[in-house]
């Protein structure tokens, strides 16, 4: 199969690389704003500088380049490439959220449905080993039926502080609501844990506590690089982009060469153009720094999701209760306890079996796989088609309005209702 790429960014650069991993697959073109990455395209993939556009529009005229076109462009600009690729006759691999709005998720899956076009939604999080076995382990009926559930979106502080306070999703007007942007992998999860059983209603509480001027000490400068604290505080850029172990977080970004030295990447954040050397309590960022959300299913299950910058490390935690037993488990460790009410209890660690390490838990090579093995005729899961994907958007969409209501309660609308 022939596969395209609108976004060579993180994520884009990252399918490029799983579906290079395989030999039944060919990237045909490649569409980004900054020369630098179509450069890297060339390089690594042996892709012609003619099959390489900076232009959207130049793209697009291109017709139908491939079988499939990879949006992996910010969340705002989803819908318009979406709708443009799926007129043109492409099908989709599509970085959630699918649109900023529900109301533009909606026209998505119309028009796919309409014109028969495939969609993948990058819910990722339903091929990750860790997920897999608890759904399995449920589907067992061994624990009885799932009641409630708690699950948490431990962000850690320098992800909040990279992604939602200096980057990209710091604005959401420019892109999508913190619980869409970040947590619509844990809505999804939810709504797949209680299978047959639709959300009926949410209601949610958050804000922006911490990441403003109000907690801004005394001393500090507008930038790190010229910050008195830049030495001890949590959030200096140069502490955290300077450590190798964190240089990977600079891929993609083109502020400076994540495999310089410590002393060129320095060089390179003491630049008031780069948004990443802001003081983190001076960005005029909106996104929220934690959230809860309660969500009501029609047969009366209920779910608790909390999403927190204030954590040391970036995992997600779940525990669902059931009437004849419990699961527990904590992604970052791959472990998942599984007891039986006055049977058996017993520990899986995951990571003995499956590879875990990489993308999203394993689940972004295994989503890969799913999509190619479509082209190939071969058996498809079909876990995140947009279908399947839509009830997550549904429901973070209620959570938001509910969350700027004061945790007025929502209702949850429907795919066709």
Same mark, same amino acid.
């Given at each position: 199969?022939?596969?395209?790429?609108?976004?060579?960014?993180?994520?884009?650069?990252?399918?490029?690389?799983?579906? +290079?991993?395989?030999?039944?697959?060919?990237?045909?073109?490649?569409?980004?704003?900054?020369?630098?990455?179509?450069?890297?395209?060339?390089?690594?993939?042996?892709?012609? $500088?003619?099959? =390489?556009?900076?232009?959207?529009?130049?793209?697009?005229?291109?017709?139908?380049?491939?079988?499939?076109?990879?949006? @992996?462009?910010?969340?705002?600009?989803?819908?318009?490439?979406?709708?443009? !690729?799926?007129?043109?006759?492409?099908?989709?691999?599509?970085?959630?959220?699918?649109?900023?709005?529900?109301?533009? =998720?909606?026209?998505?899956?119309?028009?796919?449905?309409?014109?028969?076009?495939?969609?993948?939604?990058?819910?990722?999080?339903?091929?990750?080993?860790?997920?897999?076995?608890?759904?399995?382990?449920?589907?067992?009926?061994?624990?009885?039926?799932?009641?409630?559930? %708690?699950?948490?979106?431990?962000?850690?502080?320098?992800?909040?502080?990279?992604?939602?306070?200096?980057?990209?999703?710091?604005?959401?007007?420019? @892109?999508?609501?913190?619980?869409?942007?970040?947590?619509?992998?844990?809505?999804?999860?939810?709504?797949?844990?209680?299978?047959?059983?639709?959300?009926? +209603?949410?209601?949610?509480?958050?804000?922006? @506590?911490?990441?403003?001027?109000?907690?801004?000490? !005394?001393? #500090?400068?507008?930038?790190?690089?010229?910050?008195? &604290?830049?030495?001890?505080?949590?959030?200096? =850029?140069?502490?955290?982009?300077?450590?190798? *172990?964190?240089?990977?977080?600079?891929?993609?970004?083109?502020?400076?060469?994540?495999?310089?030295?410590?002393?060129?990447?320095?060089?390179?954040?003491?630049?008031?153009?780069?948004?990443?050397?802001? =003081?983190?309590?001076?960005?005029?960022?909106?996104?929220?720094?934690?959230?809860?959300?309660?969500?009501?299913?029609? %047969?009366?299950?209920?779910?608790? &999701?909390?999403?927190?910058?204030?954590?040391?490390?970036?995992?997600?935690?779940?525990?669902?209760?059931?009437?004849?037993?419990?699961? @527990?488990?904590?992604?970052? +460790?791959?472990?998942?306890?599984?007891?039986?009410?006055?049977? *058996?209890?017993?520990?899986?660690?995951? #990571?003995?079996? *499956?590879?875990?390490?990489?993308?999203?838990?394993?689940?972004?090579?295994?989503?890969?796989?799913?999509?190619?093995?479509?082209? *190939?005729?071969?058996?498809? $899961?079909?876990?995140? +088609?947009?279908?399947?994907?839509?009830?997550?958007?549904?429901?973070?969409?209620?959570?938001?309005?509910?969350?700027?209501?004061?945790?007025?309660?929502?209702?949850?609308?429907?795919?066709?209702?």
């Amino acid at each position: 199969m022939k596969y395209a790429i609108i976004g060579y960014g993180n994520r884009g650069s990252l399918y490029a690389e799983l579906f +290079s991993a395989d030999k039944r697959a060919e990237l045909a073109a490649v569409c980004d704003l900054k020369p630098v990455r179509l450069g890297h395209v060339q390089k690594n993939y042996g892709i012609a $500088k003619e099959k =390489c556009w900076l232009s959207e529009e130049e793209f697009f005229k291109q017709g139908k380049l491939a079988d499939l076109l990879v949006v @992996s462009t910010p969340d705002a600009a989803h819908y318009r490439h979406a709708i443009a !690729a799926l007129r043109i006759g492409y099908d989709l691999l599509l970085e959630k959220p699918i649109a900023d709005s529900l109301d533009r =998720c909606a026209e998505i899956y119309e028009l796919a449905k309409k014109l028969g076009r495939r969609v993948f939604v990058c819910h990722v999080l339903r091929y990750a080993p860790f997920f897999a076995t608890i759904k399995r382990e449920l589907e067992s009926g061994k624990y009885g039926q799932l009641i409630t559930a %708690n699950l948490t979106e431990n962000v850690a502080y320098w992800h909040q502080a990279h992604s939602y306070v200096r980057g990209n999703w710091a604005d959401t007007k420019k @892109s999508t609501p913190m619980i869409l942007a970040k947590c619509c992998h844990d809505l999804d999860i939810l709504s797949w844990l209680f299978g047959g059983t639709e959300c009926e +209603s949410v209601s949610s509480y958050g804000s922006l @506590s911490f990441f403003n001027r109000a907690h801004a000490p !005394a001393e #500090s400068a507008d930038y790190c690089f010229e910050c008195p &604290l830049k030495e001890t505080c949590a959030y200096s =850029c140069l502490r955290f982009y300077c450590n190798p *172990e964190n240089r990977w977080w600079l891929a993609g970004l083109d502020w400076c060469d994540p495999n310089g030295t410590d002393a060129d990447v320095a060089k390179a954040l003491e630049n008031k153009d780069c948004p990443y050397t802001r =003081c983190v309590f001076k960005c005029n960022n909106d996104a929220v720094d934690h959230q809860v959300v309660n969500l009501l299913f029609e %047969n009366g299950a209920t779910a608790h &999701l909390t999403m927190t910058a204030f954590t040391d490390k970036c995992y997600r935690e779940i525990h669902l209760h059931c009437t004849n037993g419990d699961i @527990s488990g904590n992604m970052e +460790s791959s472990k998942i306890t599984l007891n039986v009410f006055g049977g *058996e209890s017993r520990t899986v660690d995951v #990571s003995l079996t *499956e590879d875990t390490e990489y993308g999203h838990g394993g689940g972004d090579a295994k989503l890969v796989l799913d999509v190619i093995s479509v082209y *190939e005729g071969g058996e498809c $899961k079909g876990l995140t +088609s947009i279908e399947e994907s839509f009830a997550s958007h549904c429901i973070g969409y209620a959570a938001e309005k509910s969350r700027l209501k004061e945790g007025a309660v929502q209702k949850v609308k429907r795919l066709g209702k």
